[in-house]
């Protein structure tokens, strides 16, 4: 049932291509995911990365039994529009289907200011911010140049409220920013299988292994050929560069 469900998601996320890659969209109806798979990357590396074509790239990689790679399309279509109730709901599912089932790392806090800040577009948050922000100096002015109590009361009052607002919008901004560079530190295991070792050595002692669409974050440069990394779960190791691909590419 579960798989039902997960490609009649896949298939309407693709339908989302028909308009603007027809060539795509043919590919992947007739079951041509290889060739979709390449197409679509050619047009990301052409004509720039959107997140229908990432989501699209995902769809063709698990069609392909590639979950790491469906997991890292995936990650990098919610980066470019998390408020993608489609996307989202494609990554949830995928972790499900993950050997190592992890999940988000958020906290209820965290969790709960994502879908505040993601509940409007990030220009509109930035027009809003500057709305209130010229409210607040328009009633500053105002109230300077009133002499009149009553008048004084209500301009004070509403730049209070214009003040609030503005800092209220410009949280949800800088959680926008930081949800950017936070996707600097992470990348998901493209391949099946891989050690975790205890130290960036082959010699070293492997303490457990990971599999492909498990999402890690980097911890500081790469020593040699290896990267040190944490799960969410709070474990961590060491393991080979080429067993993972960053989110946001160099």
Not at 41 to 63: D, H, K, V
Not at 192 to 197: D, I, K, S
């Amino acid at each position: 049932m579960r798989t039902v469900f997960l490609s009649f998601l896949l298939l309407i996320s693709a339908i989302r291509l028909s308009a603007a890659e027809p060539s795509v969209d043919s590919l992947f109806s007739k079951g041509d995911y290889r060739g979709a798979t390449t197409a679509l990357e050619t047009l990301i590396e052409g004509e720039g990365a959107t997140s229908s074509r990432y989501a699209n790239l995902g769809n063709c990689y698990y069609q392909l039994g590639d979950l790491g790679h469906a997991m890292l399309s995936y990650e990098r279509a919610h980066l470019l529009d998390p408020r993608d109730a489609q996307v989202n709901a494609l990554r949830s599912f995928l972790m499900k289907k993950t050997i190592d089932k992890l999940p988000d790392a958020e906290s209820w806090f965290s969790a709960t200011g994502g879908a505040i800040a993601y509940a409007l577009p990030l220009p509109v948050l930035l027009a809003l911010a500057l709305l209130f922000f010229v409210g607040f100096v328009g009633s500053v002015v105002t109230f300077a140049l009133s002499r009149r109590r009553d008048h004084k009361r209500i301009t004070f009052y509403s730049g209070l409220v214009s003040l609030i607002l503005s800092l209220f919008t410009g949280a949800l901004i800088l959680h926008w920013v930081y949800a950017e560079h936070q996707a600097k530190t992470k990348a998901v295991i493209t391949q099946p299988e891989v050690n975790v070792y205890r130290s960036p050595s082959q010699k070293s002692e492997v303490t457990n292994q990971l599999h492909e669409g498990t999402r890690i974050r980097l911890v500081g440069q790469p020593v040699g050929a290896y990267q040190q990394f944490v799960l969410s779960d709070g474990r961590g190791g060491w393991l080979l560069l080429s067993a993972i691909e960053p989110l946001v590419k160099n």
